[in-house]
């Protein structure tokens, strides 16, 4: 512990601190004058900017059984924000959040867009999780033109104006990851297994036109309804048929059951045989199912919170001294911190907040800072991004085993894959 | 569909589909009995059960970081003293619930219903605002995560034989409790007829919160033990409820047989059509069956007859 310097010594350090300042007062008081453009320029649709701030919206559910989930998209936006008011905010004005509850029910995550939307005029929304919650806002945002971003990876099919998606839409996720495990693994057959929604069915759809076209075999498909925590019968059929790569999407509780019933039914993961692939695993639901229990099993994103390069080294540092040393990060919290960060250049680049004016800045919207590397905004709203294939460790981490050397194109309408 | 397996292959993944199908009834014994006790010998319907269920659950894992860091020598005997922990404490919490609200509603079932389903969203929120919205991953000791082969291809779950063993164990223990012993006896009065019981000295208000809080003490217990093989967090309760209210309508209400014996159909019922059909649709299957069977008796499996 430091001792306080004495009253002599502290009072000039005081002397000093206001010599030092004064130029600097001098600098900042220039750049408040110059900077910001009037309120009347950058918002001619009566959003909620001020001379010195703008409001945007968060809308994730922090209650419910999504909470799980959503919990970490909510810190990541909050440290975006944060960060780029240290940096001076947007336009010269600070970031102001209004942040409402979706509560895991889907007419609550419609009512409190319109809210956010209509009575507060919040300039953008970062939000929303799941596809149905996302459907459920979609009218809503399109009836009063507003700016969704959102960050989940999910099945495609869809391109909306008013959304920016910030996550991988199915192909990008999927192609590559059956590429790499055709390439490097030599796999020939595939037992694909999901839960049973509109996600893993869509996705697995395209998973098996792809090994189809690559002359493999799908042996075989099923899905469990969500929250299914009895596996020991699929477990047993897969045994049966003996395929090379068990490509898994299931999601939630259903998670947990099937990775410990796997491993309890004797399959060791790291050994390879049969290979586990998912697209439904990050970080974050590794927690609740236990390294030991998954360690060996491979999944393809386009994050993992062990990348190694100084973007991400930043991000996590700055993400555990916000949120705490225990924490991890998934793909899609990662993803979720980019929608501040892409609306920000959106803006800067458009010199207004104006809804429309952002929509028409947003393609090629380039980030170099994101922890995942480089991204650009497609024409389509998606993300141009590399895809990944991580292999989870015991301690709950991916270790980083391939990446595409290009940015995979987002394509959320595949020909051929439908 | 096995045209191309070899006899003993088929002979294997029959013998496992066989163990799969009691591994799930034991599960399902274990999640319903609680409930039954509860809904069969007082007529409250707890909508709760499931978060009774995650405490125990939640219980397992302090319990296991506990000895992770304060005793990792005995590490692979924690279960023991999770499970009886997970017993005393949803135990006290369920005397307490039964004390401070239940009592008030004996007269007025439907009451009960939404006063224990409000339950249930405090306990959620409590758990999420407590322990954190996240999932949390209970470290299970290795002995009990792998499997037993019995032969080069017959390999058993360790965590199911464990549940299997469990369930027999609280299912004996309740049979003695309820109809080999005094306070069983008691118990088995206030069912059938409450004033009469009460006239010949029984304290009905005691045997009450007991019921409910041995109700609540095995849930405690069957979430302890379902941390092997599923999920805990704040919602996690969810997962079973369904499924338990099925096994316990169907089985009959009042009656621990019926309970055993409808949870034996429907396990048998799941896990062979699972097998040759989509895990979804053998749902499906398995739902339909049970409402057909409740139309043609809608007090159940097996019910009690008691004089209305």
């Known amino acids: ?141 399109e009836q009063y033109n507003g700016m969704l971003y959102y960050p989940t990876f999910y099945e495609g099919l869809e391109q909306s104006p008013n959304v920016i998606y910030t996550g991988q839409e199915a192909t990008q996720q999927i192609i590559a990851g059956i590429d790499w495990v055709v390439r490097e693994k030599g796999a020939k057959t595939f037992y694909l297994l999901g839960s049973d929604y509109i996600w893993p069915r869509t996705s697995n759809k395209i998973a098996r036109k792809h090994i189809e076209k690559l002359g493999l075999k799908v042996v075989g498909e099923e899905y469990y309804p969500l ?113 501040p960060w892409l609306w920000k250049a959106a803006v800067e680049k458009a010199g207004s907040f104006d809804v429309d004016k952002v929509r028409e800045a947003s393609p090629g919207i380039e980030l170099t800072t994101a922890p995942e590397g480089y991204v650009r905004v497609h024409e389509n709203h998606h993300l141009w991004s590399k895809t990944r294939i991580g292999r989870a460790k015991r301690d709950g981490q991916y270790e980083l085993v391939f990446e595409t050397e290009e940015l995979m194109e987002p394509d959320p309408f595949p020909e051929g894959y439908q | 569909m096995f045209s191309e397996y070899s006899g003993s292959e088929l002979v294997s993944i029959f013998a496992m589909q066989g163990f799969a199908g009691l591994i799930l009834f034991a599960v399902l014994v274990l999640m319903a009995l609680g409930l039954a006790i509860i809904f069969g010998q007082m007529g409250v319907i707890n909508m709760a059960h499931g978060e009774f269920m995650i ?18 020598d005995l590490f692979a005997g924690y279960f023991f003293v999770a499970m009886a922990l997970a017993f005393v404490a949803t135990f006290a919490l369920g005397t307490l619930v039964e004390w401070s609200m239940i009592r008030f509603l004996y007269r007025r079932p439907l009451d009960t219903l939404l006063a224990t389903w409000g339950l249930s969203l405090i306990l959620q929120q409590f758990y999420r605002s407590v322990f954190g919205a996240r999932e949390v991953g209970v470290t299970i000791p290795e002995w009990m995560m792998g499997s037993y082969a ?45 004033p009469m019981a009460a006239a010949v000295g029984i304290n009905t208000e005691k045997v009450d919160r007991l019921t409910f809080g041995l109700g ?93």
Not at chain 1, 54 to 77: C, D, P, R
Not at chain 1, 113 to 120: C, E, F, G, I, Q
Not at chain 1, 243 to 262: E, H, M, R, T, W
Not at chain 2, 161 to 173: C, D, E, G, P, S
């Open chain 1, 1 to 141: 512990m430091k001792h306080p310097p004495p009253p002599l010594d502290r009072r000039r350090r005081r002397l000093t601190g206001w010599l030092a300042a004064l130029p600097l007062s001098l600098a900042l008081g220039q750049g408040v004058v110059a900077a910001p453009p009037p309120t009347a320029e950058v918002n001619s649709t009566g959003l909620a900017v001020t001379d010195d701030s703008v409001t945007v919206g968060i809308l994730h559910s922090v209650t419910g059984t999504m909470a799980i989930s959503e919990t970490g998209s909510v810190q990541a936006e909050k440290l975006a924000i944060d960060q780029i008011n240290a940096m001076g905010g947007v336009l010269g004005r600070k970031i102001d959040y209004i942040q409402e509850d979706g509560a895991s029910d889907w007419p609550t995550f419609a009512e409190k867009a319109k809210k956010l939307l209509v009575n507060d005029k919040v300039a953008a929304v970062f939000g929303c999780w799941t596809s149905a919650s996302r459907k459920a806002v979609l009218p809503v945002f």
């Open chain 1, 227 to 339: 929250g299914h925590t009895q596996f020991n019968s699929v477990i047993n059929k897969i045994k049966l048929r003996k395929p090379d790569v068990i490509y898994a999407i299931v999601v939630g509780g259903s998670n947990v059951a099937f990775y410990k019933q796997l491993k309890a039914a004797g399959i060791d993961m790291t050994k390879e045989n049969p290979l586990v692939l998912t697209i439904s695993v990050t970080e974050d639901e590794i927690l609740g199912i236990g390294g030991e229990n998954i360690v060996g099993a491979y999944a393809a994103m386009k994050y993992f919170q062990s990348l190694d390069n100084a973007n991400n080294a930043a991000f996590v540092k700055a993400f555990k001294a916000k949120w705490g040393d225990d924490i991890v990060i998934g793909d899609v919290t990662q993803a979720a911190y980019l929608g």
């Open chain 2, 55 to 72: 405490l125990g659950a939640y219980i397992t894992y302090f319990t296991s970081m506990l000895f992770a860091s304060q005793f990792p």
């Open chain 2, 150 to 194: 019995i032969t080069d291809t017959i390999e058993i779950p360790i965590n199911g034989i464990f549940v299997m063993i469990l369930t027999l164990v609280i299912a004996t223990w309740l049979y003695f409790l309820m109809y080999r012993s005094n306070w069983g006896k008691q118990v088995r009065a206030v069912v059938q007829n409450r």
């Open chain 2, 216 to 308: 609540c003490g095995i849930a405690g217990v069957a979430g302890s033990a379902f941390t092997m093989i599923g999920s805990t967090g704040p919602t996690s309760g969810q997962l079973y409820i369904v499924d338990t209210f099925l096994v316990v309508v169907f089985g009959g209400a009042g009656s621990l047989l019926g309970t055993i014996v409808s949870a034996f159909g429907i396990s048998q019922a799941q896990s062979t059509m699972e097998f040759f059909l989509s895990g979804s649709m053998a749902k499906v299957l398995t739902l339909l069956t049970v409402v057909g069977v409740l139309m043609l008796r809608p007090q159940g499996l097996l019910a009690l007859k008691i004089r209305k």
